[in-house]
């Protein structure tokens, strides 16, 4: 079953605006990560933030997790038309990457 | 390094028929993850292996799944006898310890 659940599903934006999506899991974790995935391709690693870590910067990527409300959100800022796809949380509550759970994906479309 | 490889990405079958999809996964990793994604039931996992033992296969869905590793650089999930239902896109992942995990393209099965 999908431990992680998106929000929203879908989100629609300009190019230059940000954007938000957040994640929400339900058992306690070791990491937590974000994936991209362009249409009809395979999933790509975006960033990993641990447990004791609350906020992670990569380029134009913010993610912060608070682990008492068991929730993530993965900020893009400056968005471009290239930034479209679907972004999905992923849960590990091993450490080892050994059995990711992921969620249900948030579809983001940016428009020029 | 070429990334996950499989092979094919593209199958159509009649229903009944045996279907084996294949995988290589970047040089080093040990562990080794098969998924299936569609848009009702999204991204499940179905086996995981590491060092070539099956470590998790509650994801597989009926006995008409099988999966094996007969080698760290080689891996098959096979569906015999295949059913519409199991049309989907297969992805292969893999990892070191720790770390992220690295998708193939997957392989894009219909089954008819």
Same mark, same amino acid.
């Given at each position: 079953s999908q431990q992680g659940e998106e929000d929203p599903q879908a989100l629609s934006i300009q190019e230059g605006e940000n954007a938000t999506m957040n994640c929400s899991y339900k058992t306690s974790i070791n990491n937590l990560?974000?994936?991209?995935?362009?249409?009809?391709?395979?999933?790509?690693?975006?960033i990993l933030i641990r447990s004791n870590e609350r906020e992670k910067h990569s380029g134009r990527l913010r993610v912060t997790l608070d682990t008492s409300k068991k929730s993530s959100s993965l900020l893009?800022?400056?968005?471009?038309?290239?930034?479209?796809?679907?972004?999905?949380?992923?849960?590990?509550?091993?450490?080892?990457?050994?059995?990711?759970?992921?969620?249900?994906?948030?579809?983001?479309?940016?428009?020029? | 390094?070429? $990334?996950?490889?499989?092979?094919?990405?593209?199958?159509? #079958?009649? @229903?009944?028929?045996?279907?084996? +999809?294949?995988?290589?996964?970047?040089? $080093?990793?040990?562990?080794?993850?098969?998924?299936?994604? #569609?848009? @009702?039931?999204?991204?499940?996992? +179905?086996?995981?292996?590491?060092n070539n033992v099956p470590i998790d296969d509650s994801g597989m869905p009926e006995d008409r799944f099988s999966a094996k590793m007969p080698n760290a650089s080689f891996s098959t999930l096979k569906i015999q006898p295949s059913e519409p239902r199991d049309s989907a896109v297969y992805f292969c992942a893999s990892t070191t310890r720790g770390s992220e995990q690295f998708f193939g393209p997957g392989t894009?099965?219909?089954v008819l």
């Open positions: 990560q974000w994936y991209r995935q362009n249409s009809g391709r395979g999933l790509v690693h975006l893009i800022t400056a968005s471009r038309a290239a930034d479209t796809a679907s972004y999905f949380c992923a849960t590990d509550a091993s450490g080892t990457a050994s059995k990711l759970t992921f969620g249900t994906g948030t579809r983001l479309q940016v428009t020029l | 390094d070429a $990334g996950v490889i499989q092979s094919p990405r593209h199958e159509v #079958t009649e @229903m009944g028929q045996e279907v084996t +999809l294949r995988c290589k996964p970047i040089s $080093g990793h040990n562990s080794l993850f098969w998924y299936r994604q #569609t848009m @009702m039931r999204g991204l499940e996992l +179905l086996i995981y292996f590491n894009r099965l219909t």
